[in-house]
């Protein structure tokens, strides 16, 4: 097991923004695929964001594109995901997950050890 732990969620207004960290307290993150994946109260969990290993790819949910970016620092052993211009509809407890190469990482099935979540709300 990495340990993976999520922070950074919280309370924002529509509009604003939040980055979400994920940390392992049991491996280096470098040497996986990692995926950002959340769950709204009622609805199956789904796919935001991954990034590759060697070269760092990313892929994102289309209903991400353009407000959020996805990043990892090796030296903090950490991938980050970074969210702008939230809207209600983002809602959700966000999870931090192992996953493959390629975008089929965007695919729940593909997803291996997970964190605990952080939760996010975008309220008015």
């Known amino acids: 097991q990495l340990g993976l732990v999520e922070s950074g969620g919280g309370l924002v207004q529509p509009g604003g923004s939040l980055r979400l960290s994920c940390t392992a307290s049991?491996?280096?993150?470098?040497?996986?695929?990692i995926g950002w994946f959340r769950q709204a109260p009622g609805k199956e969990r789904e796919a935001v964001s991954c990034?590759?290993?060697?070269?760092?790819?990313?892929y994102y949910a289309d209903s991400v594109k353009g407000r959020f970016t996805i990043s990892r620092d090796n030296a903090e052993n950490s991938v980050s995901l970074q969210m702008d211009n939230l809207d209600v509809e983002d809602t959700g407890t966000y999870y931090c997950?192992?996953?493959?190469?390629?975008?089929?990482?965007?695919?729940?099935?593909?997803?291996?050890?997970w964190g605990r979540g952080t939760k996010v709300t975008v309220s008015s």
């Open positions: 997950a192992t996953t493959v190469r390629g975008r089929g990482c965007l695919e729940r099935r593909n997803a291996g050890s």
């Open positions: 049991a491996s280096s993150l470098e040497n996986y695929h």
């Open positions: 990034i590759g290993v060697s070269d760092s790819t990313t």
